[in-house]
């Protein structure tokens, strides 16, 4: 089914933030590529502008399912690179992290991408958004998944800039300001429920590794290697401050949320507030049910991009996409 035709309208395509829950991301453009639907501007924050990057480079988004789907993610934990003396800024530097998205999206900038890409960012000072779609994609995209708190801010120029599901989760208006005629948006943040957590049937769909998911995950485990050591110290530290909690903590509820819940709950709630408003400005509204994947819980890469897809499928096949 072409929905779509060149030369008619210019499509553009928002993809939400949302952490692991955004991986449903994947399966949305699986399913847009199968119904070859031409995609002409991608805008994407957090996770959406890791996955939308991966798509404007490659115009495919398999090698990317690929590399989910194979990958151990558990591991990821081990690239955290604890910021002991400047806490007060963020628990983690993310170095690590960097220049692991420099092994996926291989160091690429905006100028070598086949399709636009404008990847959102937050003024950690102002609270306005960022809009990046110069220079280094890494960056950008280092940028604009730093959740705060957890994150150090990343010095972009003479900002220090963080999440961009901050200030806009989903940024179907940029797409719009940009000159789109049509605008899907694919958009993981959800109104957060009691015990809302439930079970996808996880279903592998891409080939077996290639050769490219075998190198990046040695490359895993190299920097993990490397970073082994501050790694040992940042789990001291912790179990530490744990003994202490525990025992200053006799009378309190040991089923209150932890300080990394909390923040990632109120991240989601405020997510899920002001994606309701940038909802508007989308003509089709994806909305995978990602509701059993927790912020971090990226090892169910299976059940996010099964979602995904499945949902866009049930969102052609209802004829939605109305031009």
Do not use: C, W
């Not at 993809?15 to 991608?42: F, P, Q, T, W, Y």
């Not at 960097?98 to 999206?105: A, N, P, S, T, Y």
């Amino acid at each position: 089914m072409k929905l779509f035709r060149r030369g008619r309208q210019k499509v553009g395509l928002a993809l939400g933030s949302g952490s692991a829950r955004g991986l449903a991301h994947s399966g949305v453009l699986k399913a847009l590529k199968e119904d070859n639907i031409k995609i002409d501007m991608i805008a994407g924050s957090s996770i959406g502008a890791l996955v939308g990057a991966y798509f404007a480079k490659y115009q495919d988004i398999k090698g990317l399912e690929e590399i989910t789907l194979n990958m151990d993610f558990k591991k990821l934990i081990r690239l955290a690179d604890p910021n002991f003396f400047l806490l007060s800024k963020g628990f983690i530097r993310g170095k690590k992290v960097e220049e692991f998205l420099e092994i996926i999206l291989e160091d690429m900038d905006f100028k070598d991408l086949k399709i636009p890409l404008s990847v959102v960012s937050t003024d950690i000072e102002t609270g306005e958004e960022v809009i990046i779609n110069t220079g280094s994609v890494v960056k950008a995209v280092r940028a604009s998944i730093s959740l705060p708190v957890i994150f150090t801010p990343v010095a972009f120029g003479n900002k220090f800039l963080i999440d961009g599901g901050v200030a806009n989760p989903i940024p179907a208006d940029i797409l719009k300001k940009s000159g789109m005629d049509y605008i899907i948006a694919s958009n993981v943040p959800r109104k957060l429920e009691r015990h809302n957590r439930v079970h996808i049937k996880n279903e592998v769909f891409v080939e077996r590794a290639n050769p490219k998911v075998t190198k990046i995950n040695a490359a895993l485990t190299e920097l993990i290697n490397d970073n082994k050591d501050l790694f040992n110290k940042s789990k001291i530290f912790i179990k530490t401050l744990g003994k202490k909690n525990k025992q200053q903590s006799n009378n309190e509820h040991f089923e209150m949320p932890s300080i990394f819940d909390a923040i990632a709950r109120t991240i989601f709630i405020m997510e899920y507030q002001i994606s309701q408003l940038k909802l508007k400005d989308a003509d089709v509204v994806i909305t995978p049910n990602v509701h059993g994947i927790a912020l971090l819980e990226f090892y169910k890469a299976g059940d996010a991009i099964m979602e995904g897809y499945q949902k866009a499928k049930e969102i052609m096949r209802d004829k939605k996409f109305n031009l």
